[in-house]
C-alpha cells in the first residue's frame, strides 16, 4: 500500500497478535488501522518510528521492515492461493456501464419532474387554486355582458386580462425551477445528462398541468362572461391561453439561466412581461404606437399582440351588435369591430386565427431553443472567465536590478 507495496494485505478478521513479528506493536488503546497508516506515513518523516528493541528507524526504513515482515509471513500465501483461485473462477468479463441514450434520460427526467411538480404545493397547485380565484372574480364581474354596444369594450377588457395577467401569474412557479436549475447544475457537472433532455423533460412533464390550469379555469372565466358558447369557440380559446402560458414559461427559463437568483428573476421576468404587456396593442392601439421602438420591433416581439388579437377575432367575428355611433348604421359586425375598433389583422378563419396560434407555438420552441444555446454558452464561457480571473488575482512578481525578485 505504501510505496506500491502491500505489507498490510489480510483477511479483515484477522486481528494483529500483540507482539507482532514486524517489530511494531500497537499501542492497548490504538486502533490497529490508525497505528500502521503512522507508521508508513512518509507525511511526518521527522517523527522516527521506535521498534521493539529500542531502535530509531525512519518511515523508509519502518515499511522497509514491515514489507519484508509480509514477505516471510503466512498471510502471503493465503493471499496468493485465495487470488489464483479467483482467476481459476472465471466468468464474463464486466464491462463499463454506458451511458442511457437520449430518449432514456428524457423518460426518466419526465416522470422525475412530474412528480417532483406534483408534490410541489408551489409548482402548479397553488398557482391552479388562485387561477380558479381570479376566474371566478372575472366571471362575476363580467357577468353575462350581453351584445349591446358597451359589452365590445368589456369583452376586450376581459380577453386582455386573461392573455395578460393570468399568463403573467406564470411567473408563480420561478422558485420552484430555480431549484430544479441547481440540481440540474450538479447533475449536469457528474455527466449524468444533457442539456436537450432536461429542456424537453420539463416540457412535457408541465404540459398536463398548463393544460388543467387552462381548461379548467378557463371555462369559468369563459362561461360566466358569457361569451360565445360553442365547443369550437372555447377549444380554441384555452390552446391560445395554454400556448401563452407555455411562453411565459420558456421566458422564465431564459431569465433562470442568466438570473440565477429567484428573486431577481421574478424582478426581471415581471419587467419583461410589463413591457411586453403594454405593446401587445390594448393599452395603446396599434396605429397610436410610436413606430420607432415601440411599434417597430416591440409590438412584432411583444406575445401578447398575438394572444389579444388570437382573442379578439375568435369572439367578435360572426358577431353582431348595435351601433350607437350617430350618423353611422344600425348595427356593427365583428368584421367592422376588429378592423377599426381594434385595429386588428383580418383573416378568412371563421373562428380563431390558425396565424397568431402558430406563431405563439414557434414562440414556445424559440425559447427553450435560447435556452438551451444560454446554457451552453455559460457552460463554455465559465471555465474561461474562471481562468481570467486566476490570472488578474495571481500577484504579479517583478525583478530588481541586483538580480533580487520582489513581489507588488
Known amino acids: 500500500m505504501a510505496s506500491a507495496s502491500s505489507p498490510?494485505?489480510?483477511?479483515?478478521?484477522s486481528a494483529p497478535p500483540p507482539t507482532p513479528p514486524?517489530?511494531?506493536p500497537c499501542p492497548s488503546l490504538m486502533n490497529p488501522s490508525d497505528h500502521f497508516l503512522r507508521t508508513i506515513n512518509k507525511d511526518f518523516d521527522k517523527d522516527i518510528e521506535e521498534g521493539m528493541d529500542g531502535k530509531k528507524m525512519t518511515t523508509a526504513q519502518a515499511i522497509d521492515t514491515l514489507v519484508n515482515s509480509y514477505k516471510s509471513s503466512v498471510h502471503l500465501e493465503k493471499v496468493t492461493h485465495h487470488i489464483q483461485d479467483?482467476?481459476?473462477?472465471?466468468?464474463?468479463?464486466?464491462k463499463k456501464?454506458?451511458?442511457?441514450?437520449f430518449l432514456t434520460q428524457t423518460w426518466v427526467l419526465t416522470k422525475r419532474s412530474f412528480v417532483n411538480m406534483y408534490r410541489d404545493l408551489g409548482y402548479y397547485w397553488l398557482r391552479f387554486a388562485i387561477y380558479i380565484a381570479l376566474c371566478l372574480c372575472v366571471g362575476t364581474i363580467y357577468y353575462n355582458i350581453g351584445h349591446s354596444y358597451g359589452s365590445i369594450q368589456a369583452r376586450g377588457s376581459m380577453l386582455m386580462f386573461v392573455a395578460a395577467f393570468l399568463t403573467f401569474m406564470a411567473i408563480g412557479g420561478f422558485p420552484s425551477f430555480v431549484e430544479d436549475m441547481k440540481i440540474f447544475g450538479r447533475e449536469r457537472l457528474n455527466g449524468h445528462y444533457g442539456v436537450g433532455s432536461f429542456v424537453i423533460a420539463n416540457t412535457l412533464s408541465a404540459t398536463p398541468y398548463l393544460a388543467l390550469i387552462s381548461v379548467a379555469p378557463g371555462a369559468i372565466g369563459y362561461y360566466l362572461t358569457g361569451l360565445q358558447s360553442s365547443i369550437d369557440h372555447f377549444a380554441y380559446f384555452a390552446v391560445v391561453l395554454f400556448t401563452t402560458m407555455m411562453v411565459v414559461e420558456g421566458l422564465m427559463m431564459i431569465v433562470a439561466s442568466a438570473v440565477p437568483d429567484f428573486l431577481m428573476g421574478i424582478i426581471t421576468g415581471a419587467g419583461v412581461q410589463g413591457v411586453m404587456m403594454l405593446n401587445g396593442g390594448f393599452f395603446r392601439l396599434p396605429d397610436d404606437l410610436p413606430k420607432p421602438v415601440w411599434k417597430y420591433p416591440m409590438y412584432y416581439i411583444a406575445f401578447h399582440k398575438y394572444a389579444n388579437q388570437g382573442f379578439y377575432k375568435n369572439e367578435f367575428l360572426g358577431l353582431t351588435f348595435p351601433n350607437n355611433q350617430a350618423g353611422g348604421a344600425a348595427t356593427i359586425t365583428g368584421h367592422?369591430?376588429?378592423?377599426d375598433y381594434w385595429q386588428g389583422q383580418l383573416g378568412d378563419s371563421k373562428w380563431g386565427d390558425p396565424a397568431h396560434l402558430a406563431i405563439l407555438g414557434g414562440m414556445v420552441v424559440l425559447y427553450r431553443v435560447l435556452f438551451f444555446v444560454i446554457v451552453k454558452l455559460i457552460e463554455k464561457m465559465k471555465p474561461m472567465v474562471q481562468r481570467l480571473r486566476f490570472r488578474s488575482d495571481a500577484p504579479s512578481v517583478h525583478i530588481a536590478e541586483n538580480g533580487s525578485a520582489g513581489s507588488l
Do not use: C, D, K, Q
Open 86 to 94: 479467483i482467476r481459476a473462477t472465471g466468468g464474463a468479463v464486466v
Open 336 to 339: 367592422e369591430i376588429l378592423r
Open 8 to 13: 498490510t494485505a489480510r483477511p479483515s478478521s
Open 22 to 24: 514486524s517489530g511494531f
Open 97 to 101: 456501464e454506458e451511458r442511457p441514450s
